[in-house]
């Protein structure tokens, strides 16, 4: 069964800083990842998108995703972090035709 | 830019109450969902419609909830008889169906219905 592990419940980093948000999957077929962005009273927003190609994927906002497959990897990065940044982030694998899964998320937090 | 839209977005009840949260999904949208998140915790998938059935539902989403597609637009979660537990985020997705198309997988989401069961 495909499922998806975010190690980090949270993580806090300065402005400015770099961060990498982590997410392993598991799976025995192929795999679509997806990373989700939850901003303090709203929806779900899709970050970035992993389907088939290059294993470096760009998002909005200046995130990036690298799939690593022998790692069963899908961390989320973004070089240098802002305030605006301060969110919850879900990584979520396909499964079956449509329905994706979630992970347990992870609060990112951006201090002056 | 076309969004998928829920109401109400705040919903308080009494235990026992029946509750009908809406969506309107993207027109062209075939696939249809209803997650939910209970205060800190993941979001789970609850249950999944196309064609105007059910076409995978989890074992949340028991006798008490119910889906329907009553007109072209509409979208629907009922809840039967609310227990304390059922408050929750209740986010309502949509995606366009074409595996393998260029938005393969993609939900997107409508901003949510809190619902507060008391």
């Known amino acids: 069964a495909q499922s998806v592990t975010q190690l980090d419940s949270q993580v806090p980093v300065f402005e400015e800083a770099p961060v990498e948000l982590r997410c392993n999957y598991s799976s025995s077929v192929s795999v679509y990842l997806f990373w989700y962005v939850q901003y303090p009273n709203q929806g779900l927003q899709l970050l970035l998108k992993?389907?088939?190609?290059?294993?470096l994927v760009k998002g909005i906002n200046g995130f990036e995703a690298e799939f690593n497959k022998s790692q069963t990897s899908f961390h989320l990065r973004k070089p240098s972090v802002h305030i605006s940044d301060t969110a919850e982030y879900f990584c979520?694998?396909?499964?079956?035709?449509?329905?994706?899964?979630f992970g347990q998320g992870t609060r990112l937090t951006i201090n002056p | 830019e076309p969004e998928v839209t829920q109401t109400p977005s705040h919903q308080v009840t009494q235990m026992g109450q029946e509750v009908i949260l809406r969506c309107v999904p993207i027109?062209?949208?075939?696939?249809f969902y209803w997650y939910r998140q209970i205060l800190g915790q993941k979001v789970e998938f609850l249950v999944s419609?196309?064609?105007?059935?059910?076409?995978?539902k989890s074992e949340i989403f028991d006798d008490q909830f119910s889906v329907e597609r009553p007109d072209g637009s509409n979208f629907t979660l009922k809840i039967r008889s609310t227990k304390l537990e059922d408050s929750a985020m209740y986010f309502c997705?949509?995606?366009?169906?074409?595996?393998?198309?260029?938005?393969?997988?993609?939900?997107?989401f409508g901003e949510g219905s809190r619902l507060t069961v008391l």
């Open positions: 979520a694998v396909r499964k079956g035709a449509q329905k994706l899964v």
């Open positions: 992993y389907l088939s190609g290059s294993t």
């Open positions: 419609f196309y064609n105007n059935e059910i076409s995978e």
């Open positions: 997705a949509s995606s366009e169906g074409q595996a393998g198309g260029p938005n393969t997988g993609e939900l997107f």
């Open positions: 027109s062209n949208h075939l696939y």
